[in-house]
Nanobody, 128 residues
Framework: QVQLVESGGGLVQAGGSLILSCAAS????????MGWFRQALGKEREFVAG???????????SNADSVKGRFTISRDNAKNTAYLQMNSLKPEDTAVYYC??????????????????WGQGTQVTVSS
């Protein structure tokens, strides 16, 4: 049974940092892509960042004003864990953050429908 378990969320003041973790288990993730998404209250789930399990290739939301230069996605293959380092957090970053795994090599990294497994989410709240 595949499981993705996020952790690291919480309450932080604007300008602060958090590191989210996504621990994956249940099958080999070689060849997969891991993605981070977020969903703010009353809004659609949106892509934040993605990374391939077997290459250094990463991708970030095309919303250049959103996370560029502030968020960094990474992974530790030995620990089967993906990370999202979030710096200079803003109140508009407040959302539930989800990690997801895709085993579809042709799927777009920002397409929620292209992911096979999802975690339960972790709340990130940034106070002003």
């Amino acid at each position: 049974q595949v499981q993705l378990v996020e952790s690291g969320g919480g309450l932080v003041q604007a300008g602060g940092s958090l590191i989210l973790s996504c621990a994956a288990s249940g099958r080999t993730f070689s060849g997969s892509r891991m993605g981070w998404f977020r969903q703010a209250l009353g809004k659609e789930r949106e892509f934040v960042a993605g990374i391939r399990w077997n290459s250094p290739y990463t991708s970030y939301t095309s919303n250049a004003d959103s996370v560029k230069g502030r968020f960094t996605i990474s992974r530790d293959n030995a620990k089967n864990t993906a990370y999202l380092q979030m710096n200079s957090l803003k109140p508009e970053d407040t959302a539930v953050y989800y990690c997801a795994a895709s085993f579809r090599p042709l799927a777009r990294p920002d397409d929620t429908m292209g992911y096979d497994y999802w975690g339960q989410g972790t709340q990130v709240t940034v106070s002003s």
